[in-house]
């Protein structure tokens, strides 16, 4: 497709379990970046990777957390041991290295995590 | 303090009202700025880039101010189709990071 991918759409989970959410960015996006948005509030930067450069992880709240890329293609989201709090719409967006008016960010349609 | 700061609203407007949000940061060195859309349940996506000059896309003016740090937007005559939450997205260092507003929600009515 043309567009961002995300899977799942929705993830329910029970607490303590480990879930692995996917994004395909879109082809030829050398960044990819990784948001959580709970319900009513805004985006929250996770991660963001940058072709082959070291990702930036400092939005990572807490080492449960994980992301990982092959080259510049698909990204995965790892969460060990869910709880509650974790429950939230994960977004992905891709770009291209662009800087000034022309650094688009494209998201896909994100996972929407319950964790119970 | 947050880096970009948005009134949550909600605005309340009727059809074919004149609305603006503004939008301010707090890093002076940020390099370019951003209005993206997002309905309801849905992700967000760009509405529009603001250029030092100010920029028009049909009923869309964005508007940026360095002095004050600050960034609008005015939405011309409402439409019920524009009630969404609107994001103030700035490029705050050189490279691809973007920092995202909390947005401003809009809802049009009748």
């Known amino acids: 497709g043309a567009g961002v991918s995300q899977s799942p759409s929705n993830k329910v989970t029970e607490k303590g379990k480990d879930v692995e959410l996917r994004c395909d960015p879109i082809s030829g996006h050398t960044a990819l970046y990784w948001y959580r948005q709970r319900l009513g509030q805004g985006l929250e930067f996770l991660i963001y990777f940058q072709g082959n450069s070291a990702p930036d992880k400092s939005g990572l709240p807490s080492d449960r957390f994980s992301a990982e890329r092959t080259g510049e293609s698909v990204s995965t989201l790892t969460i060990q041991r869910t709880q509650q709090e974790d429950s939230a719409v994960y977004l992905c967006a891709s770009s291209l290295l662009r800087v000034g008016p022309k650094n688009i960010q494209y998201f896909g349609a994100g996972t929407r995590l319950s964790v119970l | 303090r947050k880096e970009v700061e948005q009134d949550p609203g909600p605005f309340n407007v009727p059809e074919g009202a004149t609305v603006a949000f503004n939008c301010t940061y707090s890093?002076?060195?940020?390099?370019?700025f951003f209005w993206y859309r997002q309905d309801c349940r849905k992700e967000p996506k760009l509405l529009m880039s603001v250029y030092s000059s100010g920029n028009e896309d049909g009923r869309f003016t964005a508007q940026l101010n360095r002095a004050s740090q600050y960034i609008s937007l005015l939405i011309r005559d409402s439409k019920l189709s524009d009630s969404a939450t609107y994001l103030c997205v700035v490029n705050e260092y050189a490279g691809n990071m973007l920092t995202f507003g909390g947005g401003t929600r809009l809802m049009v009515k009748p």
């Open positions: 890093n002076s060195a940020s390099q370019s």
